[in-house]
């Protein structure tokens, strides 16, 4: 087993938020993984089952409830706002809409610069070289840094923020559906570079998604979340080859089949999915995680 500390581990974080006076979201419950050095942590699940907010546990745009989120060993909750600054550039995130995600009046050469001004790392002309270099790294002409967001496309737009997100040199990135809203061609080439930088920078990816075809592509290892817990956790071959939980199983199931003589006929998934909202002063059942292989986790049932 290996000594070296990962990268970011979680252990029994949680976060509720409230619904109404008598009520609370359990968003996230009793979630314990960790992501090592320049591997690709995938999250997936449907909506609403809490994989945005672990990332953002992660990164700190919130404070969990309880639970520590350990960065290099160090539990950033606990940090001020002086103090988590310069942690802050150990870790990135590139949001699902790239449009949204840009400020539409500003051109992107100076939104990418942005970070580089913030952290006092580079101004004027050499943040332009900086933006330069960044642009060429993600397939960006540098004669576009003084367009607008809207004189891309979106898989231009989402290397603008891939750029913006290295700016940095973070370790950890954060890939909140980054690819989810682009065509598939263009998600095959946002892949492709997310993996190349990958290789070439020891990149480490939290990547969150509900496309399983995309995370087959992207991961070595594999989180099914529901209801805001963790149900299986592996190996990418684990998860996708031997799932042993309900859940996961479904999820692959559901996976599209292109080629008509592969399909077959699927039993029609019934019910309503329970509501995360829990009325104040209760919740929901924290589930046991058992290993049944080696570094095969999965909730009992």
């Given at each position: 087993?290996?000594?070296?500390?990962?990268?970011?581990?979680?252990?029994?974080?949680?976060?509720?938020?409230?619904?109404?006076?008598?009520?609370?979201?359990?968003?996230?419950?009793?979630?314990?993984?960790?992501?090592?050095?320049?591997?690709?942590?995938?999250?997936?699940?449907?909506?609403?089952?809490?994989?945005?907010?672990?990332?953002?546990?992660?990164?700190?745009?919130?404070?969990?409830?309880?639970?520590?989120?350990?960065?290099?060993?160090?539990?950033?909750?606990?940090?001020?706002?002086?103090?988590?600054?310069?942690?802050?550039?150990?870790?990135?995130?590139?949001?699902?809409?790239?449009?949204?995600?840009?400020?539409?009046?500003?051109?992107v050469g100076k939104a990418v610069a942005e970070p580089l001004?913030?952290?006092?790392?580079?101004?004027?002309?050499?943040?332009?070289?900086?933006?330069?270099?960044?642009?060429?790294?993600?397939?960006?002409?540098?004669?576009?840094?003084?367009?607008?967001?809207?004189?891309?496309?979106?898989?231009?737009?989402?290397?603008?923020?891939?750029?913006?997100?290295?700016?940095?040199?973070?370790?950890?990135?954060?890939?909140?559906?980054?690819?989810?809203?682009?065509?598939?061609?263009?998600?095959?080439?946002?892949?492709?570079?997310?993996?190349?930088?990958?290789?070439?920078?020891?990149?480490?990816?939290?990547?969150?998604?509900?496309?399983?075809?995309?995370?087959?592509?992207?991961?070595?290892?594999?989180?099914?979340?529901?209801?805001?817990?963790?149900?299986?956790?592996?190996?990418?071959?684990?998860?996708?080859?031997?799932?042993?939980?309900?859940?996961?199983?479904?999820?692959?199931?559901?996976?599209?089949?292109?080629?008509?003589?592969?399909?077959?006929?699927?039993?029609?998934?019934?019910?309503?999915?329970?509501?995360?909202?829990?009325?104040?002063?209760?919740?929901?059942?924290?589930?046991?995680?058992?290993?049944?292989?080696?570094?095969?986790?999965?909730?009992?049932?």
């Amino acid at each position: 087993m290996s000594t070296v500390e990962p990268l970011v581990r979680v252990e029994g974080v949680s976060k509720q938020f409230p619904a109404d006076g008598r009520a609370w979201v359990h968003a996230v419950m009793k979630v314990s993984l960790h992501i090592d050095h320049g591997e690709t942590l995938a999250v997936v699940g449907e909506s609403g089952c809490g994989k945005s907010t672990l990332a953002n546990l992660i990164i700190r745009l919130h404070d969990p409830d309880e639970g520590p989120v350990l960065l290099q060993g160090l539990d950033i909750p606990d940090l001020g706002p002086r103090e988590i600054r310069p942690h802050r550039k150990t870790m990135q995130i590139i949001f699902q809409d790239p449009f949204a995600s840009l400020d539409p009046r500003v051109r992107v050469g100076k939104a990418v610069a942005e970070p580089l001004r913030v952290h006092g790392i580079a101004t004027g002309e050499a943040a332009n070289e900086r933006v330069g270099e960044l642009f060429e790294l993600v397939g960006l002409e540098q004669s576009m840094l003084r367009n607008f967001p809207h004189q891309f496309s979106g898989g231009q737009r989402q290397r603008v923020c891939i750029a913006r997100a290295l700016a940095l040199n973070p370790e950890l990135v954060i890939a909140d559906e980054a690819v989810s809203a682009l065509d598939v061609s263009v998600q095959a080439q946002v892949m492709n570079l997310m993996l190349k930088l990958q290789q070439e920078r020891g990149l480490s990816y939290l990547f969150i998604s509900h496309d399983l075809a995309v995370v087959e592509r992207i991961a070595h290892r594999v989180a099914v979340m529901y209801l805001g817990q963790v149900v299986e956790l592996g190996s990418r071959e684990q998860v996708f080859t031997n799932p042993r939980h309900s859940y996961t199983a479904r999820l692959l199931e559901a996976v599209p089949i292109a080629d008509p003589r592969q399909r077959r006929e699927r039993p029609l998934l019934t019910g309503e999915i329970p509501s995360p909202v829990w009325p104040a002063g209760t919740g929901p059942e924290v589930v046991a995680m058992v290993e049944v292989e080696p570094g095969h986790l999965v909730a009992e049932e």
